[in-house]
């Protein structure tokens, strides 16, 4: 009897430890799915658009696509900036930016105005993985994205054709092409481009940590980019939607056709190396090397680094990532003469 005792005590101990094993690791499991869950904002199998950090309804695979956007005051109002997920605005010639404008979670039906490349701006778009376009570009500079293998269309050989590129007349040349979106993944098929791609996200925020991340009140950022009022970027925010609306020539950036203003999610200011190398004024910037930054979201702004990982410009402080608020962004290139202390001023 006892020994029958003594063996019912240890079949009973080892059913409790199996059961206790059973539960930590499902704990553990859950757990691990719950951080997983913290750190995307979501669960690990919800599809997200990997530039704004938006969950997608459907698979977030289709290319990037990114556009060279002229920034001209000739060319202003654009039209198509209201749906770029990114857009980087970096100086072209003298003192006049220009904008390359990353599309994928939308895609409108014209961009435009479109110009000409350039190294640094075709270096970005390749780090995103995106398809390249632009109209035109210097002999040089079309050599390099041949013999790199940038995976471009190039208005130039389009021009007008009404399939990928039309000049509109309320315009005058080079102000007046505008890329036909509808065209670009059956022109790149043609070409024997990919149009699909898989991407992992940039790092975003939690609605937790939206809440509760620190910084300075930063409701208003003016970006000069030369002596002349004509190149001052401005970004004032907005309580109501906790956006920030984009101005230049201290004119409300809008829409060319529906007059919807411009507004971002994210400004995300980088200084780095800026070089004039011919007598065009045109540019070497670097893109690589990293340096200061400032991210500013939810009317605050905090001092960062930047840094280049994997071909794609992120905020990082003490050696991680900082994460955007989910949506749309624009990052502002300036040069490290005279530097951000200089040219960027931040006002409450």
């Known amino acids: 009897m006892k020994r029958v005792y003594v063996l019912l005590v240890l ?8 059961c206790s094993d059973e539960e930590r690791n499902a704990n553990e499991s859950e757990s691990k799915e719950n951080a997983v869950e913290e750190k995307s904002g979501m669960p690990e199998e919800a599809a997200v658009f990997p530039l704004t950090g938006i969950r997608a309804d459907e698979n977030a695979n289709a290319r990037i696509v990114g556009v060279m956007v002229n920034n001209h005051t000739n060319a202003r109002p654009q039209t198509g900036l209201s749906k770029a997920d990114i857009v980087f605005e970096v ?48 002999n040089f500079v079309n050599d390099m994205i041949k013999e790199r293998g940038i995976e471009h269309l190039n208005g130039s050989l389009h021009d007008n054709d009404g399939y990928l590129f039309k000049r509109e007349s309320f315009r005058k040349a080079p ?15 043609k070409k024997g481009y990919d149009v699909k791609a898989s991407y992992n996200p940039l790092p975003f925020m939690t609605d937790k940590a939206i809440g509760s991340f620190n910084g300075e009140p930063a409701k208003h950022v003016e970006i000069v980019y030369s002596d002349n009022p004509m190149e001052i970027v401005e970004f004032n925010y907005d309580n109501e939607s906790k956006k920030y609306t984009r101005y230049n020539d201290r004119e409300k950036t809008v829409e060319l056709n529906s007059g919807k203003p411009i507004q971002v999610d994210n400004v995300f200011i980088v200084e780095t190396h800026h070089e004039v190398i011919d007598d065009a004024g045109r540019r070497a910037i670097d893109i690589t090397s990293g340096g200061d930054g400032y991210l500013i979201q939810r009317g605050k702004i905090r001092k ?45």
Do not use: C
């Open 11 to 18: 079949l009973l101990t080892v059913l409790f430890t199996a």
């Open 91 to 138: 100086l072209a010639e003298g003192y006049i930016t220009r904008f390359l404008a990353l599309y994928q979670s939308e895609k409108p039906e014209v961009i435009g105005p479109v110009r000409s490349a350039r190294e640094y701006y075709f270096e970005l778009a390749d780090g995103y993985n995106a398809i390249y376009v632009y109209h035109g570009a210097a």
């Open 175 to 189: 102000h007046n092409s505008y890329l036909l979106f509808d065209a670009v993944y059956d022109a790149a098929k």
């Open 304 to 348: 960062v680094q930047w840094e280049n990982r994997n071909g794609r410009i992120i905020p990082v402080k003490n050696g991680e990532p900082v994460g955007f608020v989910p949506g749309k962004t624009w990052i502002n290139i300036v040069p490290e003469q005279p530097g951000m202390d200089q040219s960027v001023t931040i006002t409450n």
